[in-house]
C-alpha cells in the first residue's frame, strides 16, 4: 500500500492550496481518508476526514469552513482545499488510510500513512 501526497508548498496568509493523495495497493473505495498535520514540536492532528463512499465529511473546529476534503466515490485521489490560509496552517499534512466504516479523528485508527507534504504559511 502506498499513499503518495502532493500539493504542499509556500503561500501567503490570505491564499489557497489544494493537496492531494492518490493512494495504490488497496481497494480505495472501503477506506475512509483522513489529513492529518504535524507542525514542529507539537503532535500530530486531526484535520480532516471522507467516507468510503464520499458521502460524509469531518472538520477539526480550527479548519470548519476553510478546508474541504474531498473524493469522487471510490475514485483516486482524495483532495484538501485549503481556503483562507494562516500561519498557524503551517505544518506537514499528511494523508491517512483508515479501514473503519466512519472515519475517526485518532491517528490511531488509521492504517496506512503518506510520508507528507510541507505547507507553509507566511505573514
Known amino acids: 500500500v502506498q499513499l503518495v501526497e502532493s500539493g504542499g508548498g509556500l503561500v501567503q496568509a490570505g491564499e489557497s492550496l489544494r493537496l492531494s493523495c492518490a493512494a495504490s495497493?488497496?481497494?480505495?473505495?472501503?477506506?475512509?481518508m483522513g489529513w492529518f498535520r504535524q507542525a514542529p514540536g507539537k503532535e500530530r492532528e486531526f484535520v480532516a476526514a471522507?467516507?468510503?463512499?464520499?458521502?460524509?465529511?469531518y472538520y477539526a473546529d480550527s479548519v470548519k469552513g476553510r478546508f474541504t476534503i474531498s473524493r469522487d466515490g471510490a475514485k483516486n485521489p482524495v483532495y484538501l482545499q485549503m481556503n483562507s490560509l494562516k500561519p498557524e496552517d503551517t505544518a506537514i499534512y499528511y494523508c491517512?488510510?483508515?479501514?473503519?466504516?466512519?472515519?475517526?479523528?485518532?491517528?490511531?485508527?488509521?492504517?496506512?500513512w503518506g510520508q507528507g507534504t510541507q505547507v507553509t504559511v507566511s505573514s
Open positions: 495497493g488497496l481497494a480505495f473505495r472501503n477506506y475512509a
Open positions: 491517512a488510510a483508515s479501514d473503519l466504516a466512519t472515519p475517526s479523528v485518532y491517528r490511531e485508527r488509521y492504517r496506512y
Open positions: 471522507v467516507t468510503g463512499r464520499g458521502d460524509n465529511t
